[in-house]
């Protein structure tokens, strides 16, 4: 479109007074236009010969429309502040006191000020000390920089009676902050206030707000008691959202600590689901803290100096969390394991092993070389992975010299490797579990187009028939997990997994040929297989020449001539490009990561059944966390398999899922179980899925290639019959029992 000029501005600063909300909405709108266009042109400011920069004048503007008498106009302002970054830093401070400030006020020098006194006859007595000195007197018809309706915009942003404009007001604010230290200290006092909010939104922006900021700020102890207090609340979501905040927030004292560490044990009393995220939590703090934990440690672990006191129970959750602060401060601060007593080791060792993703590795006594060894060594590690990582591909650059039977050889011990090395270093299991997945499908191509299969006699079909359609079978399943459960795969890796898939839909084909009696089911393989090469050649065109004598370089070539053949020729073609195609080499992006599912809650220990009335429903509790899973709402399932083999799958509400952090997500809800009555308890398998869609898959790719919206991709591109859906598990399964009792005659 046109370029808005300057000019506008006066014209657009007069519309924010007009009568009607839509008016006065859109001319903040172009007043942020312009701001951002033109952040360093010189205004006057009107009635007055003084000049303000434009991007300065244009805050001052908009924060005047905090006090909007539409709260729609009230929250588009409070947004619009949030991205106004190049504001001078003292209109920022204005922002948090409704007083207009006096270094935003022109004053007048001390010459015009005797003038004046000269000039009204008026002269010192001399009777009293400093009578005739400057003074700051300055009436209402001085100049002011900014409007004085517009001070402490964010304070009646925080205090709006509308909630959205609150919550604007608090997104804006942690925005500002970010960009500037010093106004993340002078906010954190009214982020704190917010998290009494009566509206659980709000307090939980605020939380999620104070967290970004976090490495600008230092909590006194009185702001720290007010972010505990929230412990208090009943919402789930905003205990583990503070918890989250604890984690990366940096505290003044020893006593900060001490008050932490309380009350989050009593939010463990209170709420025992808490106890993972808690353990989380004191891990970030100790590790932040190790020289204000250092002096409460003889406290925490009740030693004493001259006598033995009793040796606490390793199943309370509060003493591990104890422990859990101590070790992770311990790592950074290698006086502190003087101060432990001997059963304080043996639980090290302990936690160590059971919980080794909240212990971290300490230097103990008797155990530092072990320890220095493996700091020593840890840097290369990483580095050697990778490079293995990359020579394993690279040896595959040679399969083309080898003979059938050497190249399979070549890719058993290839995957092989690649599998050991997902086991050994989990930075990089997706790459390697990728590229094992993906030599696995080669492999099996490979065997399914050995020769002596195919120069068979007609009787002896049916092995080379169980043998190709259980390896074209197993690729299309691979190849949907490979584009479904990975993250970071760039459009060169997604257009090879889709050509290993149209290979196994030509193995396919060349099944049905061989099998099928009859024209029909032949006819209606060779036009599903067509249109799919179609839909590829549309998808991946930018990806065609790097594919030069491969399976779909060949079949794009005779492309034609296979429109035009009888499908008894098609087969043949195709099983000839099959053969003679050369293997497509796979090239890797700098990360690659595999989807995955922790289920944390239930645990699937208890031996106690869950016990309901048959014909009833009992909610079970399923707390999930998710890894870099894309788009959880519409793809994750959960399914339950009972004892007689009946599957109940359940789609969670969009709501249930949570985001802390990115390529995270929470699952939180609740499965309704229900059965006829059982003689004895017996256990159910839960787990979690990941669905996918052919169509989703085509569209997308699609919609990346030739820019058209989401809809017409999806029209013209997959019919509906030709949509292929499924499931794939991600989770390891967790069984519960469960006991349906007969119900009471």
Not at 217 to 238: G, W
Not at 577 to 588: G, I, N, P, V
Request: hydrophobic share 40%; glycine share 4%; proline share 5%.
């Amino acid at each position: 479109g046109m370029k808005l000029h300057q000019t506008n501005y006066s014209q657009a600063c007069k519309l924010l007074t007009d009568d009607f909300e839509q008016v006065r909405s859109e001319a903040v709108q172009l007043i942020w236009v312009l701001s951002q266009l033109y952040p360093e042109s010189i205004v006057p400011i009107p009635s007055s010969s003084e000049e303000i920069r434009l991007v300065d004048d244009a805050f001052g503007k908009i924060c005047h429309t905090i006090s909007d008498t539409s709260w729609v106009v009230r929250v588009q302002a409070a947004k619009l502040l949030g991205s106004m970054q190049q504001v001078s830093s003292e209109f920022l401070v204005q922002t948090l006191d409704k007083n207009l400030m006096s270094d935003l006020r022109r004053k007048r020098t001390a010459h015009e000020r005797a003038k004046e006194l000269y000039s009204s006859g008026e002269f010192s007595s001399g009777r009293k000390w400093g009578d005739d000195a400057p003074k700051e007197e300055l009436n209402t018809d001085a100049v002011n920089l900014i409007d004085s309706g517009a001070c402490g915009a964010f304070v009646h942003g925080l205090e709006d009676e509308m909630y959205e404009v609150r919550i604007s007001a608090v997104e804006s604010l942690c925005a500002l902050a970010q960009s500037s230290p010093s106004f993340a200290e002078k906010c954190l006092d009214f982020l704190v206030d917010m998290f009494n909010d009566e509206i659980e939104e709000v307090r939980l922006q605020s939380i999620h707000s104070l967290r970004k900021i976090s490495n600008h700020i230092t909590l006194r102890e009185d702001q720290l008691d007010t972010v505990l207090a929230v412990l208090e609340d009943s919402s789930r979501d905003i205990r583990e959202a503070l918890h989250e905040l604890l984690c990366y927030t940096n505290v003044s004292t020893k006593d900060c600590i001490r008050l932490a560490l309380v009350d989050l044990l009593k939010n463990l009393t209170k709420y025992p689901t808490d106890k993972n995220s808690i353990w989380k939590c004191l891990k970030f703090l100790g590790g932040r803290h190790p020289t204000l934990v250092l002096p409460l440690v003889p406290e925490l672990l009740s030693t004493h100096p001259f006598f033995d006191t009793p040796e606490p129970d390793m199943d309370d959750p509060a003493y591990i969390a104890v422990l859990v602060l101590i070790f992770n401060a311990a790592k950074s601060c290698p006086t502190m394991t003087a101060l432990f007593s001997d059963h304080t080791f043996r639980h090290y060792a302990y936690l160590r092993d059971s919980l080794s993703h909240l212990v971290p590795e300490l230097r103990l006594p008797g155990r530092k070389m072990a320890a220095m060894s493996d700091y020593s060594t840890l840097a290369p590690v990483e580095d050697s992975s990778q490079q293995f990582l990359r020579q394993s591909l690279e040896r595959l650059y040679t399969i083309h010299l080898l003979d059938p039977q050497g190249a399979q050889e070549l890719l058993d011990f290839t995957i092989r490797d690649l599998q050991r090395l997902g086991v050994l270093q989990s930075e990089l299991a997706g790459m390697a579990d990728f590229s094992a997945t993906y030599l696995r499908c080669q492999l099996l191509l490979m065997k399914a187009l050995q020769e002596k299969l195919w120069n068979v006699a007609a009787p002896l079909y049916l092995k080379q028939n169980a043998v190709v359609y259980g390896a074209s079978k197993e690729i299309l399943e691979e190849t949907y997990k490979m584009e479904f459960m990975y993250a970071g795969l760039e459009n060169t890796q997604v257009a090879k997994v889709h050509h290993m898939r149209l290979q196994a839909m030509a193995l396919q084909l060349i099944l049905t040929a061989c099998t099928s009696r009859g024209i029909e089911p032949l006819l209606g393989a060779s036009e599903k297989f067509l249109h799919e090469v179609d839909v590829f050649q549309r998808c991946f065109s930018s990806e065609l020449p790097h594919m030069r004598n491969c399976f779909i370089d060949k079949v794009l070539e005779l492309m034609p001539r296979l429109a035009a053949s009888k499908p008894s020729d098609l087969v043949k073609i195709l099983q000839a490009a099959l053969r003679q195609s050369s293997f497509l080499h796979l090239t890797l992006p700098d990360q690659i990561h595999r989807a995955s599912a922790i289920i944390i809650e239930p645990t699937g220990e208890s031996d106690n059944p869950l016990k309901f009335t048959s014909g009833l429903v009992v909610a079970l509790d399923i707390d999930a966390t998710l890894e870099h899973v894309q788009d959880p709402q519409t793809t994750v399932k959960v399914q339950v398999v009972y004892p007689d083999g009946q599957v109940q799958m359940i789609h969670p509400k969009p709501s249930d899922f949570r985001n802390p952090g990115p390529g995270r997500h929470r699952l939180i809800t609740q499965v309704y179980l229900s059965h006829t009555a059982w003689t004895e308890p017996c256990q159910i398998e839960l787990r979690l899925l990941l669905a996918y869609s052919s169509s989703r898959s085509k569209a997308s790719a699609l919609g990346a290639a030739t820019k058209q919206t989401w809809s017409d991709s999806v029209e013209n591109l997959v019919p509906p019959e030709n949509t292929i859906e499924g499931t794939i598990p991600f989770s390891k399964p967790v069984k519960v029992f469960i006991m349906p009792k007969p119900a009471r005659r």
